[in-house]
């Protein structure tokens, strides 16, 4: 057994076992047991959150770790608990967000590898709107793309143009655009693909857009000026590069997989790779996207897990205060779980909820999976003083385009 693997199993037995010493001294009755008023699992919770937030290099370890707390947690306080059934309940779920998500890292590879990326730069123009043209191809790209996805192509793209010199205040743009792109559409961000999952319709996310494209233009015209005086774009129009239309062909056939069968079976994972099998008739695919990309969905559905096994009955009732507070959680805790938790409790305005989670993790660059995986691209960006101090306009965006929605459409649920 590797130093790793013991190292693990200890702190998994540690949690477990403080788990059973607070359940053993806080049981209130028919509540659970609570601390200073408020379920311990929370406190859990909480503690897997922030520990995925400290330790970016051991995320799955953490958060298997807090799954066996939360449910040694479970299993030694409420008698009616039974880990079997709630997993058979959340099998579904889990399967078809497991299938989407793999599925989803063909259809970024694919549309990687269509040239279109490498095409994009001709199209910028000279001086800062060539900055904010890119956020917005970033933008629209994350409406069908993964935003992950969308957000590596952007993070490529601005070294290219930018000839190494990205600014950490347009890092942070990139990650926003991604997540506001994505917050409207039910294919472009895994939040609002488990609401649809969940059995959202696709039209009740959308009006999310209300809220993204005003934010987009705060954060837009903001970061690319300054973008533009740290190192003005310089675009290369040397090399041929070719549309490769048939990879194209297979990102359109697994959109449509994916809106048919959600439709027709209630199972989207089902089209997408039925398309995937399809669409390798008639062009290479890149089956090592999946193996690789394993690891990371698996860490979204621990803390999915995690997230279903939460008391939301004593949340605070859904109303847009509290999706607008659950933007700036986002900033420091994964959407993921956030996004199960509101599924779960209802009563959501969905397209609000889908501005709130999808775009407030870009306030911190650790807040969402496309701001961790930009970082990898640029490491500097891993500085939370100089994240919040040069993207300083990313909050100011989120209060724009959430009031905007909010004073034009209102608080539907």
């Keep these: 057994m590797s130093a790793l693997t013991r190292n693990w199993l200890a702190g998994a037995g540690v949690l477990a076992m403080a788990a059973a010493l607070v359940a053993g001294v806080l049981v209130d009755g028919d509540l659970g047991p609570l601390l200073l008023g408020i379920r311990v699992e929370f406190y859990l919770f909480g503690l897997t959150l922030l520990g995925v937030a400290i330790f970016h290099d051991r995320t799955f370890e953490v958060a298997l770790t807090g799954l066996v707390a939360i449910v040694a947690l479970k299993l030694l306080t409420?008698?009616?608990?039974?880990?079997?059934?709630?997993?058979?309940?959340?099998?579904?779920?889990?399967?078809?967000?497991?299938?989407?998500?793999?599925?989803?890292?063909?259809?970024?590879?694919?549309?990687?590898?269509?040239?279109?990326?490498?095409?994009?730069?001709?199209?910028?123009?000279?001086?800062?709107?060539?900055?904010?043209?890119?956020?917005?191809?970033?933008?629209?790209?994350?409406?069908?793309?993964?935003?992950?996805?969308?957000?590596?192509?952007?993070?490529?793209?601005?070294?290219?143009?930018?000839?190494?010199?990205?600014?950490?205040?347009?890092l942070a743009a990139i990650v926003a655009a991604s997540n506001a792109g994505g917050s409207g559409s039910v294919v472009g961000d895994t939040t609002t693909t488990m609401m649809w999952i969940d059995g959202v319709p696709a039209l009740d996310v959308i009006h999310a857009y209300v809220a993204a494209v005003p934010t987009l233009l705060v954060i837009g015209v903001f970061a690319a000026i300054q973008q533009h005086a740290y190192q003005p774009i310089q675009r290369d129009m040397a090399g041929h590069h070719e549309v490769h239309w048939r990879r194209l062909v297979a990102v359109a056939l697994i959109l449509v997989g994916a809106i048919a069968t959600n439709v027709l079976l209630d199972f989207p994972a089902v089209g997408v790779w039925i398309a995937i099998v399809v669409s390798a008739l008639f062009v290479s695919t890149?089956?090592?996207?999946?193996?690789?990309?394993?690891?990371?969905?698996?860490?979204?559905?621990?803390?999915?897990?995690?997230?279903?096994?939460?008391?939301?009955?004593?949340?605070?009732?859904?109303?847009?205060?509290?999706?607008?507070?659950?933007?700036?959680?986002?900033?420091?805790?994964?959407?993921?779980?956030?996004?199960?938790?509101?599924?779960?409790?209802?009563?959501?305005?969905?397209?609000?909820?889908?501005?709130?989670?999808?775009?407030?993790?870009?306030?911190?660059?650790?807040?969402?999976?496309?701001?961790?995986?930009?970082?990898?691209?640029?490491?500097?960006?891993?500085?939370?003083?100089?994240?919040?101090?040069?993207?300083?306009?990313?909050?100011?965006?989120?209060?724009?385009?959430?009031?905007t929605l909010l004073w034009t459409l209102g608080w539907a649920p």
Excluded at 115 to 132: A, M, N, S, T
Excluded at 297 to 326: H, I, K, N, R, Y
Aim: charged fraction near 15%.
């Design 286 to 403: 890149d089956w090592k996207v999946v193996p690789a990309s394993v690891k990371g969905t698996l860490f979204l559905l621990t803390l999915v897990t995690c997230a279903s096994l939460m008391p939301v009955e004593t949340l605070p009732a859904a109303s847009w205060q509290t999706a607008f507070g659950l933007g700036w959680v986002s900033a420091v805790f994964d959407n993921i779980p956030l996004t199960k938790l509101a599924i779960a409790q209802g009563g959501y305005d969905w397209g609000v909820l889908a501005f709130t989670v999808g775009f407030g993790g870009s306030i911190m660059w650790f807040g969402s999976s496309a701001g961790v995986a930009l970082s990898n691209i640029f490491p500097e960006a891993r500085s939370v003083v100089a994240w919040v101090k040069r993207g300083w306009f990313v909050p100011l965006g989120y209060i724009v385009g959430f009031f």
């Design 78 to 170: 409420d008698a009616e608990f039974a880990l079997g059934h709630h997993l058979v309940e959340e099998a579904p779920t889990l399967i078809n967000l497991l299938g989407l998500l793999l599925g989803f890292a063909i259809l970024a590879r694919h549309f990687e590898e269509s040239q279109v990326p490498e095409i994009l730069p001709r199209f910028l123009p000279d001086d800062w709107k060539g900055g904010f043209v890119l956020l917005a191809m970033v933008f629209v790209l994350s409406s069908f793309l993964d935003n992950i996805a969308a957000a590596i192509i952007g993070g490529t793209i601005a070294m290219h143009v930018f000839k190494r010199r990205v600014d950490i205040g347009y």
